[in-house]
C-alpha cells in the first residue's frame, strides 16, 4: 500500500488475528459489521496515522474484532465504504440531501433504517425537489444514519 499504507504491517496483524495462516484464506474469515467516527485520531493497523473514519470488522470463525481505516477496509475487504463516508458528510452538511445507495443498503442491513425508510430512500434518492412530507421524511432518516455513526460500534 502507498501513501502511509503498510499493507504488511496489516496483513501481518490480520493474519495473528485469523485462524487462517493463508492471507486468501483469512481475508475470508473478516466481515465488516460497523462503521464510525473517531473523536480523536487514531492508527490503523497498517500504521497509517491519523485515520478519523472506522471500520470495525469481526472475525467469523475466531470472534476476533478490530478496527480499521477506511482505505483498509476498501483494500481488504472490496467494500467501499468511502461511499458510505461521503454520504455522511453530505448529509451532515445539508440535511436536505440523500444518502447515497450504498450507504441506504448498509444502513438497512444493520437496523438503522427500516424497510419503509429503504424503500422511500430507493424511490426519492435522485429527486431534488420533494414535498413537505416527503422532504420530513428525509430529515428523519438522515438524522438516524447521523446518530448512528455518531455512536461508535454501530452493529
Excluded at 472475525?59 to 461511499?83: E, Y
Aim: glycine content about 6%; charged content about 25%; aromatic content about 8%.
Amino acid at each position: 500500500m502507498a501513501d502511509g499504507y503498510n499493507f504488511q504491517q496489516l496483513k501481518a496483524a490480520i493474519l495473528a488475528l485469523s485462524r487462517a495462516s493463508e492471507w486468501e484464506a483469512a481475508r475470508l474469515e473478516w466481515k465488516l459489521v460497523g462503521i464510525s467516527e473517531a473523536d480523536e485520531p487514531e492508527t490503523c493497523l497498517c500504521g497509517h496515522f491519523p485515520i478519523v473514519e472506522l471500520c470495525s470488522i469481526t472475525n467469523r470463525v475466531t470472534g476476533n474484532s478490530t478496527d480499521v481505516g477506511n482505505v483498509c477496509v476498501k483494500r481488504f475487504l472490496g467494500f467501499r465504504s468511502d461511499l458510505i463516508f461521503a454520504s455522511i458528510k453530505r448529509i451532515r452538511k445539508d440535511v436536505d440531501k440523500s444518502i447515497g445507495a450504498e450507504a441506504t443498503v448498509f444502513f438497512h442491513e444493520r437496523g438503522v433504517i427500516n424497510d419503509w425508510e429503504y424503500q422511500f430512500q430507493q424511490s426519492t434518492h435522485a429527486k431534488r425537489n420533494l414535498s413537505v412530507k416527503q422532504l420530513a421524511s428525509r430529515h428523519t432518516i438522515n438524522r438516524k444514519v447521523l446518530a448512528a455513526v455518531a455512536r461508535r460500534g454501530l452493529s
